[in-house]
């Protein structure tokens, strides 16, 4: 059967199979390596009556293809969001997808050749990396420190293959607020840099902005809010702030690549899970929702530093994030996928730096915890044995 495969799946399915940096984890591990909401964090109740109540007053109608009106109402309730943060799009502009994820893929079908080179911060969230690579070989990893992806090193790495007559890239793929898995945030003058780069060496900027809304002090302003030259893809999601398991992302540009987006989108539409996500939104305030988020992932993000500050060693360092789930951390001269075995052991779980990488020796001197997942209890815990285990390595 797999000579059957095309070129395409057939190159893709020599990389490391998808999920292979998550670790097996013990039942009873504190989780510190989960990039998703704590359970209680997960609004059941309000789901559970959004789905009657909208089987109580619609029938069988979000159960057929085509759908209900909900899903344009979902639409239109994306499109406030984006004009209340500075990117006003019409109805024509936006595609709601199957969460980031598939913006992020039917992105990466509709612009990359398996030739097209695409520019990643390095490190960069994993699951977006398995999706490029099923695409394409070719990348040009540009750093990050705690400001963001260094823009002045993208900068000499453009103008250098323009010297020398290599192709440039088509696209670049950042995470510019509270990145995965850094937590770092692009500054203003790296993001004004970055623009001007896309339109000085004809690039298109995809911007995943999952975390954005989970600041806890200041708003960044996003890439889309600054581009005037119609450069940015901008990707949302509503994983981090309602449900990941319903699946509710989206992708706003031009009216000209959500045409062509769509083409794929069409027959793979998720009518259900729209529209209970327009119900749910309806009857509960996203804004006020995205408060008590922010209070709680902030307080939580305090939990974890001063658990670390207390118990970790010197030659351990780390980001300190501004919003979102993650902090990174760098135990120097340890190679954290093999020192993971014996956390695991200890009862706690992290994700190795390597697995955010394609291509860097001192990623295995990294590791992100996550502050989203574990109680408050647990993550004071976890870093305890963790610092053990550490201390142990270094
Ligand atoms: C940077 C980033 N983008 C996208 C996602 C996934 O979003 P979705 O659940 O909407 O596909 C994640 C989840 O971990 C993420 O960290």
Known sequence: MESYFSKNITDALKNDPPGEWMPAMPDDCIRLSSGFPAPNLVPVEGIKNAVVDLLDDEQDLPLHYLGTPKMDQLKSMLQDRMAERGMPVSDKELLVTAGACQAIDFIARVFIDEQTIIAIESPTYMEALEVFQNYTSQFLNVPV???????????????????????????????????????????????????????????????????????????????????????VLYVGSLSKVVAPG???????????????????????????????????????????????????????????????????????????????????????????????????????SYVPGKYFFLENQESIEWLRLSFSYASEEDMIEGVRKLSKVVKESL
């Open 145 to 231: 420190d705690e400001y963001g992806m260094q823009t002045d090193v993208l900068e000499k790495m453009l103008e250098d293959r323009q010297q020398e007559g290599l192709s440039l890239p088509k696209l670049l793929y950042t995470i510019p607020t509270f990145q995965n898995p850094t937590g770092t945030t692009m500054t203003e003058a790296r993001r004004k840099h970055v623009i001007e780069l896309a339109e000085t060496y004809d690039f298109l900027i995809l911007e995943d902005d999952a975390y954005g809304e989970l600041y806890f002090d200041e708003q960044a302003v996003p890439l889309k809010a600054l581009d005037r030259a119609e450069r």
């Open 246 to 348: 319903l699946r509710i992302g989206w992708v706003a540009t031009t009216r000209e690549t959500i045409q062509a987006l769509y083409w794929f989108k069409k027959d793979l539409d998720h009518p259900f899970t729209q529209a209970i996500m327009a119900t749910f939104l309806e009857k509960n305030d996203l804004g006020k929702r995205l408060e008590m988020l922010r209070n709680t992932y902030q307080a939580r993000r305090n939990v974890l530093l001063s658990a670390l500050k207390e118990q970790m060693p010197d030659g351990v360092s780390w980001y300190v994030p501004e919003g979102g789930y993650f902090i990174w951390i760098k135990v120097s001269g340890v190679d954290t996928s093999l020192m993971l075995d014996q956390a695991l052991d200890a009862g706690v």
